[in-house]
């Protein structure tokens, strides 16, 4: 891997413009089985993503879903948004 320089100079402009376009959801993910004063455990909450994504059939949330990243706990990220009106909420469930 080359490595650049500490500092160069160059006779020409350089102009950078980075924009970062993303949706931020709030996602809540219930197990039928309550456990009481216990955290959900965040390997579990992966996998119930992981699993959500990949049953993904419907047009419409196939692409949000697959460009979805998660944090393991509450939050999810998607340069796509999802096929719901902005402050909504839509529910999802499977088994």
């Given at each position: 891997?080359?490595?650049?320089?500490?500092?160069?100079?160059?006779?020409?402009?350089?102009?950078?413009?980075?924009?970062?376009?993303?949706?931020?959801?709030?996602?809540?993910?219930?197990?039928?089985v309550k456990?009481v004063?216990?955290?959900?455990?965040?390997?579990?909450?992966?996998?119930?993503?992981?699993?959500?994504?990949?049953?993904?059939?419907?047009d419409?949330?196939?692409?949000?879903?697959?460009a979805?990243?998660?944090?393991?706990?509450?939050?999810?990220?998607?340069?796509?948004?999802?096929?719901?009106?902005?402050?909504?909420?839509?529910?999802?469930?499977?088994?």
């Amino acid at each position: 891997m080359e490595r650049l320089p500490r500092s160069f100079s160059t006779s020409a402009d350089v102009g950078l413009s980075i924009e970062l376009i993303h949706s931020h959801y709030d996602v809540e993910i219930d197990p039928h089985v309550k456990v009481v004063n216990q955290k959900k455990p965040k390997a579990l909450l992966r996998a119930v993503w992981e699993q959500l994504v990949l049953d993904q059939k419907n047009d419409p949330w196939v692409g949000p879903f697959s460009a979805s990243a998660f944090d393991g706990r509450k939050n999810a990220y998607t340069p796509i948004e999802f096929p719901m009106g902005r402050g909504t909420s839509s529910q999802l469930m499977f088994s």
